[in-house]
Protein backbone atom coordinates (compact mmCIF):
# COMPACT_ATOMS: atom_id res chain seq x y z
CA UNK A 1 0.00 0.00 0.00
CA UNK A 2 1.14 3.70 -0.92
CA UNK A 3 2.36 5.87 2.01
CA UNK A 4 -0.65 8.11 3.21
CA UNK A 5 -0.70 11.21 3.16
CA UNK A 6 -2.31 14.31 5.44
CA UNK A 7 -4.98 16.27 3.54
CA UNK A 8 -5.93 19.99 5.87
CA UNK A 9 -8.93 21.37 4.94
CA UNK A 10 -9.59 24.78 6.28
CA UNK A 11 -13.70 25.38 6.83
CA UNK A 12 -15.61 27.61 9.32
CA UNK A 13 -16.59 26.56 12.58
CA UNK A 14 -20.44 25.98 12.08
CA UNK A 15 -19.34 23.62 9.07
CA UNK A 16 -17.13 21.73 10.89
CA UNK A 17 -19.35 21.12 13.90
CA UNK A 18 -21.90 19.96 11.54
CA UNK A 19 -19.56 17.24 9.50
CA UNK A 20 -18.28 15.69 12.82
CA UNK A 21 -22.11 15.19 14.25
CA UNK A 22 -22.95 13.78 10.94
CA UNK A 23 -20.16 11.41 10.75
CA UNK A 24 -20.98 10.73 14.46
CA UNK A 25 -24.25 10.06 13.77
CA UNK A 26 -23.34 7.51 11.46
CA UNK A 27 -21.15 6.09 14.23
CA UNK A 28 -18.21 6.26 11.94
CA UNK A 29 -14.86 8.66 12.23
CA UNK A 30 -15.00 11.61 10.41
CA UNK A 31 -11.39 10.53 8.63
CA UNK A 32 -13.28 7.63 7.02
CA UNK A 33 -16.05 9.41 6.07
CA UNK A 34 -13.46 12.38 4.52
CA UNK A 35 -11.70 9.65 2.53
CA UNK A 36 -14.97 8.01 1.21
CA UNK A 37 -15.83 11.98 0.37
CA UNK A 38 -12.86 12.54 -1.59
CA UNK A 39 -12.52 9.17 -3.18
CA UNK A 40 -16.49 9.52 -4.43
CA UNK A 41 -14.79 13.10 -5.71
CA UNK A 42 -12.20 11.71 -7.89
CA UNK A 43 -14.06 9.03 -9.29
CA UNK A 44 -17.14 11.63 -10.24
CA UNK A 45 -14.20 14.16 -11.82
CA UNK A 46 -13.26 10.68 -13.55
CA UNK A 47 -16.44 10.12 -15.20
CA UNK A 48 -16.98 14.02 -16.41
CA UNK A 49 -13.68 13.63 -17.93
CA UNK A 50 -14.88 10.20 -19.89
CA UNK A 51 -17.53 11.86 -20.58
CA UNK A 52 -16.08 15.44 -22.04
CA UNK A 53 -13.80 13.07 -24.03
CA UNK A 54 -16.78 10.98 -25.46
CA UNK A 55 -18.35 14.65 -26.88
CA UNK A 56 -14.91 15.52 -28.00
CA UNK A 57 -14.90 12.25 -29.98
CA UNK A 58 -18.36 12.67 -31.48
CA UNK A 59 -18.10 16.03 -32.23
CA UNK A 60 -14.91 15.16 -33.93
CA UNK A 61 -16.90 13.13 -35.96
CA UNK A 62 -19.92 15.40 -36.89
CA UNK A 63 -17.06 18.20 -37.93
CA UNK A 64 -15.81 15.48 -40.65
CA UNK A 65 -19.33 14.67 -41.82
CA UNK A 66 -20.25 19.06 -42.56
CA UNK A 67 -19.52 19.45 -45.80
CA UNK A 68 -16.28 22.63 -46.15
CA UNK A 69 -17.68 24.69 -48.88
CA UNK A 70 -19.44 27.78 -49.62
CA UNK A 71 -22.66 29.01 -47.59
CA UNK A 72 -25.19 27.57 -50.53
CA UNK A 73 -23.58 24.11 -50.29
CA UNK A 74 -24.22 24.09 -46.81
CA UNK A 75 -27.64 25.26 -46.75
CA UNK A 76 -28.13 22.68 -49.67
CA UNK A 77 -26.89 19.66 -47.63
CA UNK A 78 -28.71 20.77 -44.09
CA UNK A 79 -32.12 20.79 -46.88
CA UNK A 80 -31.07 17.20 -47.71
CA UNK A 81 -30.69 16.50 -43.97
CA UNK A 82 -33.96 17.87 -43.74
CA UNK A 83 -35.63 16.24 -46.46
CA UNK A 84 -34.43 12.61 -45.35
CA UNK A 85 -35.82 13.49 -42.35
CA UNK A 86 -39.24 14.04 -43.57
CA UNK A 87 -39.33 11.09 -45.69
CA UNK A 88 -38.59 8.77 -42.63
CA UNK A 89 -40.99 10.49 -40.72
CA UNK A 90 -43.85 9.78 -43.42
CA UNK A 91 -42.63 6.20 -43.72
CA UNK A 92 -43.31 5.76 -39.67
CA UNK A 93 -38.92 5.15 -39.57
CA UNK A 94 -39.22 7.18 -36.11
CA UNK A 95 -38.14 6.77 -32.23
CA UNK A 96 -39.91 7.80 -29.46
CA UNK A 97 -37.67 10.32 -26.92
CA UNK A 98 -38.85 7.79 -24.37
CA UNK A 99 -36.89 4.94 -26.41
CA UNK A 100 -33.78 7.42 -27.06
CA UNK A 101 -33.68 8.20 -23.48
CA UNK A 102 -34.00 4.69 -21.90
CA UNK A 103 -31.35 3.37 -25.30
CA UNK A 104 -29.04 5.85 -24.35
CA UNK A 105 -29.52 4.95 -20.19
CA UNK A 106 -28.71 1.27 -21.39
CA UNK A 107 -25.95 2.10 -23.22
CA UNK A 108 -24.28 4.18 -20.75
CA UNK A 109 -25.13 1.28 -18.02
CA UNK A 110 -23.06 -1.14 -20.26
CA UNK A 111 -20.30 0.80 -20.74
CA UNK A 112 -20.07 1.43 -17.13
CA UNK A 113 -19.90 -2.28 -16.52
CA UNK A 114 -17.28 -2.73 -18.87
CA UNK A 115 -15.37 -0.10 -17.26
CA UNK A 116 -15.87 -1.97 -13.98
CA UNK A 117 -17.83 0.91 -12.51
CA UNK A 118 -21.04 0.32 -11.02
Known amino acids: ???????????????????????QALDRPASQVAR???RSFVQRQSRNAEFEEAVRRHEARLAQDMPHGTEEEYQAFLAEKVRLG??????????SHEQVVAEGEARRAALLKRLGRR
Open 36 to 38: ELV
Open 1 to 23: MAKEMLLTVRMDAELHKAFMDAA
Open 86 to 95: REDIAAGRTV
